[in-house]
Nanobody, 114 residues
Framework: QVPLVESGGGLVQPGGSLRLSCVDS????????MGWYRQAPGKQRELVAR???????NYADSVKGRFTISRDNAKNTMYLQMNNLKPEDTAVYYC????????WGQGTQVTVSS
C-alpha cells in the first residue's frame, strides 16, 4: 500500500488555478522533508517544490512566484497551490519524501490547455 495519495488535478485554462493535496495515510511525513514532483510526457520527473519538517520552502525557478507549498501536520496533508498556470505546467504531479523518495503513488494529472 502506497502511503501517499495525491488528488486535486484536472483540466484548467492558462492563467487558472488548482490546489493539489497529498494525504499521508501512515503519518510518516511529519518528521521528513517533503516535495511535490512532476513528470511531463517524454520528460524526466522533476522536483517542483519542497518543504522541510519545520516549514522552510524551496521552489524550482519555473514555478517560483506562482506555486505555494504548504503542509498541515495535524491533518497529515500537504498542499500545492498553483496559480497562473501555464501549458508547460501540464504533467502528472506526485508527492513524496525529499530528498529520498519512496514508492511512487498514482499521481494526479494536471492539464493546462485552452
Amino acid at each position: 500500500q502506497v502511503p501517499l495519495v495525491e488528488s486535486g488535478g484536472g483540466l484548467v485554462q492558462p492563467g487558472g488555478s488548482l490546489r493539489l493535496s497529498c494525504v499521508d495515510s501512515r503519518s510518516i511525513f511529519n518528521i521528513y522533508a517533503m516535495g511535490w514532483y512532476r513528470q511531463a510526457p517524454g520528460k524526466q520527473r522533476e522536483l517542483v517544490a519542497r518543504i522541510s519538517s519545520s516549514g522552510a520552502r524551496n521552489y524550482a525557478d519555473s514555478v517560483k512566484g506562482r506555486f505555494t507549498i504548504s503542509r498541515d501536520n495535524a491533518k497529515n496533508t500537504m498542499y500545492l497551490q498553483m496559480n497562473n498556470l501555464k501549458p508547460e505546467d501540464t504533467a502528472v504531479y506526485y508527492c513524496n519524501l525529499y530528498p529520498q523518495p519512496m514508492s511512487w503513488g498514482q499521481g494526479t494529472q494536471v492539464t493546462v490547455s485552452s
